[in-house]
Nanobody, 124 residues
Framework: QEQLVESGGGLVQAGGSLRLSCAAS????????QGWFRQAPGKEREFVAA????????DYADSIKGRFTISRDKAKSTTYLQMNNLVPEDTAVYYC?????????????????WGQGIQVTVSS
């Protein structure tokens, strides 16, 4: 059964770093574009970053460009989100997602499969 499982969240001070991991199980998920969304309290879920099936193409939200980096290790079926220079506004539940269309369309990444979400809290 296809499943996405996030790990690596937690509490960090402003200016610090965290690395989120998303482990995919089930063959189809490893062939899809994968990425991250986040949802802060009282706000709508928003796109953060995505990476193509091969890892050659990445897409980022403007709010995190230059601070976050997405990557994937196909051998481990795992996608990573390295988050540096965190600010309190990055506090949210982060969700791993997979887009089953097989290609990454910049600005149009969608979640057809979802992880359960993981909390990231940045203190000031």
């Amino acid at each position: 059964q296809e499943q996405l499982v996030e790990s690596g969240g937690g509490l960090v001070q402003a200016g610090g770093s965290l690395r989120l991991s998303c482990a995919a199980s089930g063959r189809p998920l490893s062939e899809y574009a994968q990425g991250w969304f986040r949802q802060a309290p009282g706000k709508e879920r928003e796109f953060v970053a995505a990476i193509s099936r091969t890892g050659a193409v990445m897409d980022y939200a403007d709010s995190i460009k230059g601070r976050f980096t997405i990557s994937r290790d196909k051998a481990k079926s795992t996608t990573y989100l390295q988050m540096n220079n965190l600010v309190p506004e990055d506090t949210a539940v982060y969700y791993c997602a997979a887009d089953n269309r097989g290609i990454l369309l910049r600005g149009r990444f969608r979640g057809d499969y979802w992880g359960q979400g993981i909390q990231v809290t940045v203190s000031s």
